[in-house]
């Protein structure tokens, strides 16, 4: 009794413990726990498949239960980063294509930009280009009509050539013939006018008896060309007057002035002089002194009276060419800048080469056989080449004496030195 009585208190003590196990009551009848269990099975743990349903073998299942939740749970978490992780890559590569794309976007933008100046600056240009090529239709128009205006007067030019060219002149049809015909009657008579100027211009250093031969034998319907000048004072005590004129280049002393009445003509005939009029002096650049030669008491040379020659023209400046070596005071050496010096201050220009237009050429020679001709050679090609023009072109070559004379000087004065040289005077 003793035995089965331990025994029983035993198994009352692991029944207790089992209850506290699984949760139980000690009052709670084993039905109840049996209905209990079943409820669970039945319930919340419907998915166990076991063929035995306890404690231990639902503890069993829940074990391998949750160790399969959480390899599910584990798997589910590292698909969930890869997720995560493609989702970064997708993001990052879809930042990367959005920057490529912004790039692109602005690259497309620059070329615009710089498409856009290229056709500004094409536009620009193109209207620039039509501007001038506007100016330059509107100035071929202009000229188009400046040349139809100039057919039209070289047309009308033929009144004006000789009777033997006029027909010629009708025969031809292109303006360029007509001209042509034109420039020959005009070189024609500017070697007259050259010819006559070239003995005008020798009667310079000629007497005054010739001078007054010549201008009296002037046709009395003949009427000058202008006044050269005006007479500003007169001095009858002295026989001398004052002039003025526009330019005293080109005259020396010794020249004929012819005296007209003042009136409202500036162009009266040749044969109506009143007076004649020798220079003697140049007082300024447009100021002459010169003595009376002849005059009327009827009819006197007044203040104001206008005065004249064909032997000058005012301002003008012949142009002369000196070749060969130049002595003008029989000492060694060369006194070509003096001779330079005494032409201009006489009004003419020293030119290099000979022109149609040359008044004349001055031949000096050349040098003394005892100075030899060392260093002279191409002062001798350049005066045999002058003399040469100045044969074609029919103009005066004169010697150093006859222009000295010409300038109213001479070697003597030269000589003794009464003259400024050309350096002293610069």
Known sequence: MADKQEELLASRAENEELRKFIGSTNDEPLGDIETN????????????????RSYGQ?????????????????????KSKQASKDADDA?????????????????IRDEQEKSKQAFDEQWKNHEQKQTELLQAKSAAETRADRLGLLVAEIANGGQ???????????AKETAEDRLDLIYAELRDRAKVIDEQNRIL???????RGLQEQVLAATPKDDRIDGFDGRVLSVDERERSVLMSCASSRGIRPGMILHVFTADDNDRPQAGDRKGVVEVTSIEGPSLLRGTIRRDSTRSPILVGDG???SLWAAGTAPEV???GYVNLDDERGDDRDRLVDLVQ???????????????MVVDAGKPPAELGEEGFAEEARRQNRSLGTAKQYGVRVVGIDSLLDMLGLSRAALTADRLPRAAAAR
């Open 58 to 78: 639902l503890v069993a299942w829940l074990r391998n239960e949750f160790r399969r939740k959480d390899g599910e749970v584990k798997t589910s978490d590292d």
């Open 321 to 323: 060419v000196i070749v």
């Open 307 to 309: 005065v004249a020659t």
């Open 345 to 359: 201050r006489a009004g003419g220009r020293v030119v290099e080469a000979v022109t149609p237009m040359t008044a």
């Open 37 to 52: 269990l079943n409820n669970l099975f039945a319930t919340d743990f419907a998915g166990f498949r076991g063929d035995t």
């Open 91 to 107: 993001r990052s590569q879809a930042t990367a294509a959005k920057d490529e794309s912004e790039k692109r976007v602005q690259q």
């Open 201 to 207: 211009a020798s009667l310079r250093v000629a007497d």
């Open 160 to 170: 004006y050539l000789a009777a033997n060219r006029q027909k010629d002149f009708k």
